[in-house]
């Protein structure tokens, strides 16, 4: 199947600061990459639809000047998370679809983000 | 609008019994339907879906589920469980509003399997 990796898997940050991950799609061109928060022992909450050459879609309530996403090429968005606070830190996954899978979305493995 | 619910955050069974992790779905249009694994601190991984063709479809990790129209249900099967089938199990829609291609998840069931 198509492999989308995510980096880093792991990010402990001081509070105040910015961090960056990487969502890639290996094998595949992904116009339209999904951005999920995981809480623990929750579902997978959708924060936001990443277009490529355009503006990021956000679900309600996901503060977009706090998550910056950029879909810089076909086959890489990035999900920032700036001036991070403790209740930011969460599990964070992306995911993506070359379009023909019948809907079926490839996942990275997650990038864990802790906020000091 | 789709959703899905899952009955039962956590299932534990004993190694080599029946897995069952239910879900119920809602959906306005033919849905099409998703079981996906998540072990601690990972992605998550498709067992199976169900795309309108065959009612029972088989996955991985000999997981199968059957898609039940008239009950609104794809549950998940397995008739032997193995120890390293432990894990989050997440049933999903294919979501056909908002955002489209998105799935939309239940809250996941965790399946312990004991010695």
């Known amino acids: 199947g198509a492999v989308v990796s995510q980096h880093p898997s792991r990010v402990i940050c001081k509070s105040g600061t910015s961090v960056k991950i990487e969502c890639r799609s290996l094998d595949f061109q992904a116009t339209t990459m999904f951005w999920y928060r995981q809480f623990p022992k929750k579902s997978l909450m959708l924060m936001a639809t990443s277009n490529e050459g355009s503006k990021a879609t956000y679900e309600q309530g996901v503060e977009k000047d706090k998550f910056l996403i950029n879909h810089a090429s076909l086959t890489l968005s990035t999900l920032t998370v700036t001036s991070a606070h403790p209740e930011d830190s969460s599990f964070y996954i992306c995911?993506?679809?070359?379009?023909?899978?019948?809907?079926?979305?490839?996942f990275g493995e997650g990038s864990r983000l802790t906020v000091l | 609008a789709q959703s899905v619910t899952q009955l039962g955050s956590h299932v534990s069974v004993s190694e080599g019994a029946l897995v069952l992790l239910r879900c119920n779905y809602s959906?306005?249009?033919?849905?099409?339907l998703f079981w996906y694994v998540q072990y601690p601190n990972q992605g998550l991984q498709l067992l199976l879906k169900?795309?309108?063709?065959?009612?029972l479809v088989k996955g991985i990790n000999g997981f199968e589920a059957e898609f039940k129209k008239s009950e609104t249900s794809f549950h998940l099967t397995k008739p032997s469980a193995h120890m390293s089938d432990a894990a989050e199990y997440f049933c999903a829609v294919l979501n056909y509003g908002g955002s489209q291609g998105n799935l939309i998840f239940g809250k996941g069931t965790k399946l312990s399997v004991k010695p």
């Open positions: 995911s993506a679809t070359p379009g023909t899978s019948g809907g079926e979305l490839f």
């Open positions: 959906s306005s249009v033919p849905p099409y």
């Open positions: 169900y795309t309108s063709a065959a009612t």
